[in-house]
């Protein structure tokens, strides 16, 4: 059974996304067989592999109505050993056409149980908010990363996720675990993002990678071109920090 990991944070713009393809692709280059899958209704996982979202006609909205088959769903390699499960706009009308569903928040999980034993990893782009979707994300899950930007405000969006996760395990997923809390967006150049991963440390109890990853143009520019960090740039610091991350990943 392959190990299913969201990537979740409610709060927008701390690099979730990012991580989601990079990770994916640099567990795909270490040899491992991903599932990268966009739950996310804007769908920018989907077109950081490069896949177009008005060219796709089945999408994770269609898998998770009972609309189409996962075949029918899946874009293969997208990238060597990583196959995506793509979204569009779509996707958003789940929350509403999914509240009179029993078991709404099972929706992906049921989805996921007869393939998840062709991947090594599968790796879900959660919304950045508290959701249906998010909660199906979560609910399928075996674990969450949590990464998380170095600014002020950090520790507020941190302690609402743990927060989410708690009620999942209590209410819908008790083996769910935290994977591990990533840093984003790192700058060595600043007192405060060192201020941060400290005052991040003392305050947790969870597992916090070693890895962090930089602020790096490469990294900001790679999902314009359609391409992980592994393929727009691979001997970047962006790169070389997710391959340190997915090592981190696949140890644990």
Do not use: H, W
């Not at 280059?29 to 796709?56: H, Y």
């Not at 499960?85 to 996921?112: F, M, N, R, T, Y």
């Amino acid at each position: 059974m392959g190990r299913i990991i969201a990537i979740a944070n409610q709060k927008g713009g701390v690099g979730k996304t990012t991580t989601a393809i990079n990770l994916s692709a640099c567990l795909a280059e270490a040899g491992q067989r991903v599932l990268a899958i966009d739950m996310d209704p804007q769908g920018n996982l989907t077109s950081g592999f490069g896949l177009e979202k008005g060219n796709i006609d089945n999408t994770v909205y269609e898998l998770i109505m009972g609309d189409c088959t996962f075949d029918e769903c899946v874009q293969k390699q997208a990238v060597e050993n990583l196959d995506v499960l793509p979204s569009d706009a779509d996707l958003a009308g789940a929350e509403i056409e999914l509240i009179d569903v029993e078991q709404k928040e099972k929706q992906l999980k049921k989805c996921l149980e007869p393939v998840s034993g062709q991947y090594d990893f599968i790796v879900i782009d959660c919304p950045p908010s508290i959701s249906l979707l998010t909660l199906n994300s979560m609910t399928a899950a075996d674990s969450v990363i949590i990464p998380i930007q170095c600014e002020y405000y950090a520790l507020e969006g941190l302690t609402q996720i743990l927060k989410t996760v708690s009620l999942v395990q209590k209410q819908m997923n008790p083996s769910l675990k935290i994977e591990g809390i990533v840093f984003t967006m790192y700058d060595s150049r600043t007192n405060l993002s060192a201020e941060v991963v400290v005052n991040v440390r003392e305050n947790l109890k969870e597992k916090i990678y070693k890895t962090q990853i930089p602020r790096n143009v490469r990294l900001a520019e790679a999902p314009s071109y359609g391409m992980p960090i592994t393929l727009y740039d691979s001997r970047s610091s962006g790169a070389e920090s997710y391959r340190m991350l997915a090592a981190e990943v696949m140890e644990s």
